[in-house]
């Protein structure tokens, strides 16, 4: 990159960064516990949210932004767990930013909402940079796409707080050794969360759904008791 | 992205364009094929393209430049196939592009090459606007991914003239409906060619060899004859 688009590029994340910084705080005013999204393109993101969403929409209010290049396909698809999806239609842009999560919630009360999910463009590249100002970002490997993920983008790895090994029904077709891909993600985050799921079979979907609700109680604790 | 960031944005794709083109000049002079590779994370990339290089090295000089934010552990692979592999590590750059290319190639001998192979970071978005002077572009994608990417991701499928679907040994377990993604590629780039591969079996690699070397022959006839 030239020197020139280096500057302007910091001067776009700073700004960023700051409207992140705003975002986040009014989450967290309002209790709403918001969970970024990020993977490949086919990892399985849709599918997974849209049986998070199910589930959770039992005892809770949850909302999704939904982020892609072009069509509205997975809004639809997610508008059958819950009617409270918008799809962000990013044209060429490769990531979501948070002045496109500002500008997609303006016409909801975040204060009415438990659960909101931000599910961004299939990239594990661009978006490890942007802030969306979320509390949480799962970033979702599946079994299909091979062990040495983590190694070769360690960014988003490291910008993530939990990762989802998706599509182990899979795994042993795939010849996924999940010995070798945690000791991968080890190796490039220490300490980091890891759930073993299937959207298709429900595998591990419920120690993601108490683990996120432990984490929703956590957030209305007052301040001293945490 | 703020007028700015467009602006320089628009000035670094001119530069590259120009470079791109100086570069295919260069490789067709020297009749070399020049094939990049372009996918998401975990298509198959490198397991194709070992499969690729082994064979064509029977009767060819062949060569890779293989591109990753982080590792060599692509060019560690290739080179099981041939010596003449080369990595180029972006960081943090979700793609490669010409100046890269031009870089890696400073001391290989182009006109001894006969196929020149590069393979792309994977990443569906940003590869899709650099051009990197080659021949063809093939766009992979894994049975395991979902019918729908070409409708998410249409500037990669546009820049690309033939469409590589792998792992095609999964199409039954992952669900793969091959007339929806033969559709699906068909309404963003009418008359795209499709090969249907699988590099663990073996399926359709004979295919694409051929094709490599139709398009090696076509690329030595003299210009009056083409």
Redesign the interface.
Known sequence: ??T??VE??A??MKQNDLLAHSLRERFQQHHTCVVGLVS???SGKTAFLEKILTRLSQDHKVAALVG????E?DAARLQRATPNVKQITTG???HLDASMVEKALEDWHVGAIDFLFIEN??????PS?YDLGEELRFVLL?A???E??P?????IFNSSDVAILT?MD?AA??EFDLSVVRRNIESVRPGMKIFEVSSKTGLGMEEVISFLCAQLEHSRQPISEK
Chains 1, 2 share one sequence.
Request: aromatic share 2%; with cysteine.
């Open positions: 990159m030239s020139r688009m302007v590029r001067k776009v490949s393109p086919g892609d290049l072009a069509t396909n060429t842009i490769c463009v299939g990239n594990l590249v661009c940079s599946s299909t796409e091979g040495d993920k190694l070769k983008y360690p960014n599509k899979m077709a795939a």
